[in-house]
């Protein structure tokens, strides 16, 4: 037999990676291809062509439109950055009173779907909002919310969760012996946070801030409802795709895959600058928290408590509204439970099938989340580089070509493959799934190889190892990253709003279609249910976890 | 107990070689040490042996029975880690029972097992404990535990001590040790500490670049070096070049064999004296110039350099005459002609006599 007959072994890992790669070709590849494909395709003749691209680029309604995705994309993430790192950074390192408040406030942001953050802040900062209307009696103009900075404004406000919860949990895993090295060896602790702890962090603050990006280039209720004439590649696409419902939908798939390659450069620029830095870290020496006193304790209160509060405003103003009586759409003053009363026979439907879709989803995401991080950390193989490059790809298609690719791929004429409600629930699982696989993965690099080593030495199987060991310590990352799967599925529109039928509606349509018609009272009981919810199950799992931190350090 | 026969293992990592024609022979019950810097392949040779590692070619067989085609958990082989690798989510009781529960053991049989191994390892009153709540040496007693209560054929250990302070590393050899002969488990250990490997093996195997030096008791490898590779990581030695089959170093005028480059003398075989010293019968004298003195209670250390500027380092009896000497005094190292060991050209050059 020779060497390279003999060096192919196929175990239970090589059959897994199979299974995984069989998974992202037919639910992620093939419907990407599939809206690639529709870009080059000419609308009247149905032709090969790229008309549509020499379209967009000639244009100057699209080329305006990608320079100001670009603008507020790019201060969106760098306001995300300047609340999220130093939120993390006071929360991982000083005593802060109400800890799990602030960061349970900040996972609630990203609860509240973007066009009820937008239409919140109107409320607020609108031409005829109640601050605007406030500052006004007492003599102070505001600057307008419409147009590029409010957009600004929201995106900061909306995404600094992702790098505040990214930065703090690589935070919380520097081992302290870093940290002392340095201060031993003259750091003064500002110096010491920028010359080694941030460096250490970086890979996870670029991959919050990436997300923040991306999120902000995909985003389309946010410029749609505070645009006001400022166009971005999102609503440009969307309007594109309503204007060719019925025939192909080349224009606004010409956009989105535009939009697509703006976030794919972003990346590759992020995986580049990371490239070379790898840190296994051990949990030898955890980080103390150190206490603050005086004015530098109350400052740092401040800024933790009044980050998240005015990020959370939105969404007190949404359950605020909810609590105000209406009738039918008007609202009549004073308060009452009409809102609620009116979900009751009107959205029970929405609220199983948004349960129904979501927990489906986060099930699927949980086994295949575990086991890709397990192939992309412990087996360096091309198959593994592959899988890991292709989770990056959910986070770059934004929800609407993702769905019109499953809907042209899986779902033509008569020809239903999965049904309506699996075409939903896939579609959440592969477009979630890195939110999964992100967390499982970090949690897997903290894990000593030899732990599974041993399990093997000592007579697991690979799947018996896998089970017994791997599972049980990467629990608290596998915990998170289904929970940040779960919200953002449970959240999912843009994807939803092109695939659902009238027995499918979920929670975010209902809300989205109240919103259009004007049914506010509505939409905030229904987006006030979803945010309670969700913010006790995101506590309790911060509860669980602290206890799991505790108990295995 | 069991035989291990290892013979013609390569691996290679892409074009690196890691191990190159490995041939191995480990008698029933013996305790075999890996000896070697770091990169010398003989991690990579355990865990090749645990099957955590594929080789290239070549075959591994215990007792007869090969076992290098068979998947690692099937290779009951026991294994100690570096870092100890106790499962921090398990009991002592719990991590010490993995590998019974995975054999299948009854539950009666794997309580006695486990209390029974427990106390070998001196661990009796620790089963209930969380890994976190133990220090690095009662881990590591743990990890020893887990390996030797499934009585593995083979007990494998890489450098289970390197990560333990001087004084517990020196106390756990001797109970490693003594535990070994008692179970009388062929048991193959990875090191880069000599004293640890020379105090512990019944043989001792040199490995430098991925290639065995040497493979003999831990007095022959350091009385007998095969190579000079050997006789320079083993042991302090000083190393004096040859010129035209002469050793001719700080006066000298020793013939030497006609392939040989260098010579060895160990430091406790030279002496130093002060002064200029005519060589006795059958000896050679070096004259150098004293460099420093370091009398370190026991014994003193006392290094010259000869005129070509070659180190020179005795290990002695602290005399005071020595110890009084200035720094740039004349002295002359002797030594017996018969303690010379030659070398042919070269870093792993072969000894020649």
């Avoid at chain 2, 054929?153 to 535990?179: C, F, G, H, T, W």
């Avoid at chain 2, 070994?180 to 512990?200: K, P, S």
């Avoid at chain 2, 030695?237 to 040859?242: S, T």
Wanted: glycine share 8%.
């Amino acid at each position: 037999m020779s060497a390279s007959l003999r060096r192919f072994r196929p175990d239970f890992w090589t059959i897994v990676t199979g299974l995984i790669l069989a998974v992202l070709a037919v639910f992620l590849i093939l419907p990407i291809l599939r809206v690639l494909l529709l870009s080059f395709v000419d609308a009247k003749t149905g032709g090969i062509t790229l008309s549509n691209y020499v379209e967009v680029f000639t244009r100057n309604y699209y080329l305006s439109g990608l320079r100001n995705t670009l603008y507020v994309a790019f201060f969106g993430t760098i306001g995300a950055c300047l609340l999220g790192i130093p939120l993390a950074f006071f929360v991982s390192r000083f005593h802060i009173r109400g800890r799990s408040w602030v960061s349970t406030l900040a996972i609630l942001v990203l609860v509240s779907p973007p066009f009820i953050s937008a239409y919140a802040w109107i409320m607020m900062l609108g031409s005829n909002g109640f601050i605007t209307n406030f500052l006004r009696s007492i003599g102070v103009a505001t600057p307008t919310i419409y147009g590029a900075g409010g957009i600004i404004l929201v995106f900061t406000l909306k995404f600094f969760p992702f790098v505040f919860l990214m930065t703090q949990t690589a935070l919380n895993a520097v081992n302290k012996s870093f940290e002392d090295a340095a201060e031993n060896l003259g750091c003064a602790p500002w110096e010491r946070f920028f010359k080694v702890t941030m460096p250490l962090v970086f890979p996870a603050i670029s991959t919050g801030a990436i997300i923040c990006f991306v999120l902000s280039v995909a985003d389309f209720g946010t410029p749609a409802i505070l645009g006001h004439g400022f166009r971005t590649l999102s609503t440009i696409a969307l309007s594109a795709y309503k204007s060719e419902l019925g025939g192909a939908p080349t224009i606004a798939v010409t956009v989105s895959i535009i939009m697509m390659a703006i976030s794919m450069l972003a990346l590759v620029a992020q995986r580049r600058i990371l490239a070379r830095r790898r840190y296994a870290s051990s949990l030898t020496n955890l980080p103390v928290k150190a206490r603050l006193a005086g004015w530098r304790n109350v400052a740092m209160h401040l800024f933790c408590h009044g980050v998240v509060l005015v990020a959370m405003a939105p969404s007190l103003v949404v359950v605020y509204t909810s609590f105000l009586q209406t009738k039918g759409p008007v609202f009549t003053g004073g308060y009452g439970l009409e809102s609620y009363r009116r979900i009751l026979y009107d959205a029970p439907e929405a609220i199983a099938n948004s349960f129904m879709f979501s927990i489906s989803a986060v099930i699927l995401i949980t086994i295949f989340s575990s086991l890709i991080s397990y192939v992309i950390v412990r087996r360096e193989t091309v198959a593994s580089g592959a899988i890991d490059f292709l989770l990056m790809v959910p986070y770059l298609v934004p929800g609407v070509v993702m769905a019109i690719g499953f809907v042209t791929t899986f779902r033509t004429g008569s020809f239903n493959l999965f049904g309506t409600a699996g075409l939903l629930i896939l579609i959440y699982f592969i477009r979630r799934m890195p939110y999964g696989v992100r967390s499982t993965t970090s949690s897997l690099r903290q894990i000593k190889p030899s732990l599974e080593e041993a399990a093997i030495n000592l007579g697991a199987p690979p799947l018996k190892a896998f089970l017994t060991v791997t599972i049980p310590l990467i629990l608290p990352g596998l915990i998170v990253g289904s929970l940040m799967s779960f919200i953002t599925a449970i959240n999912e529109l843009s994807s939803t709003i092109i695939i659902y039928d009238g027995g499918t509606i979920t929670m975010p349509v209902k809300v989205y279609l109240a919103v259009l018609d004007g049914e506010f009272g509505l939409a905030a009981a229904l987006s006030t249910v979803l945010l309670l919810l969700t913010g006790l199950c995101v506590y309790v799992v911060f509860r669980f976890a602290d206890n799991r931190d505790s108990s295995f350090l | 107990m069991a035989s291990v026969e290892i013979s013609g293992l390569r691996k290679l990592y892409g074009d690196v070689v890691a191990l190159s024609d490995i041939n191995v022979s480990i008698p029933s019950g013996a305790f075999y040490t890996l000896l070697g810097p770091s990169g010398c392949g003989k991690t990579t040779l355990l865990r090749t042996i645990a099957g955590f590692h594929l080789q290239d070619a070549g075959t591994i067989e215990v007792d007869g029975i090969p076992i290098e085609t068979l998947p690692a958990y099937r290779r009951d082989v026991g294994m100690v880690f570096q870092d100890y690798a106790i499962f921090p989510h398990l009991s002592v009781r719990d991590n010490v029972a993995f590998g019974l529960k995975q054999r299948k053991v009854k539950g009666s049989e794997i309580a006695r097992r486990v209390a029974d191994v427990l106390e070998v390892v001196q661990l009796g009153a620790f089963a209930n404990r969380m890994p976190h709540e133990l220090s690095g040496g009662q881990q590591q007693r743990v990890g020893l535990a887990r390996a030797i209560v499934i009585e593995p054929k083979v007990l494998l250990m890489d450098e289970p001590l390197s990560n333990l302070d001087a004084k517990l590393r020196v106390d756990l050899r001797a109970e490693l040790r003594r535990i070994q002969r008692d179970l009388g488990i062929t048991t193959i250990y990875v090191t880069h500490d000599q004293e640890e490997a020379l105090a512990m093996s019944d043989i001792v195997c040199v490995m430098f670049g991925g290639v065995i030096q040497q493979a003999a008791t831990p007095l022959d490898i350091y009385m007998n070096p095969a190579n000079r590779f050997v006789a320079a990581f083993v042991g302090a030695n000083n190393f004096l070049g040859l010129e035209g089959a002469r050793l001719v170093s700080g006066g000298a005028s020793v013939p030497a064999p006609a392939t040989a480059t260098a010579c060895a003398v160990r430091p406790e075989v030279l002496r130093a004296a002060a002064g200029s010293v005519p060589p006795a019968d059958g000896e050679i004298a070096v004259a150098a110039k004293l460099r420093e003195v370091s009398f370190i209670g026991r014994e003193m250390e006392v290094f010259g350099t000869t005129d070509a500027g070659e180190p020179l380092k005795a290990v002695a009896r602290p005399d005071p005459a020595i110890v009084a000497l200035r720094e740039g005094s004349p002295v002359t190292f002797t030594a017996p002609r018969a303690d010379l060991l030659y070398f042919a050209e070269g870093e792993t050059g072969a000894r020649v006599t």
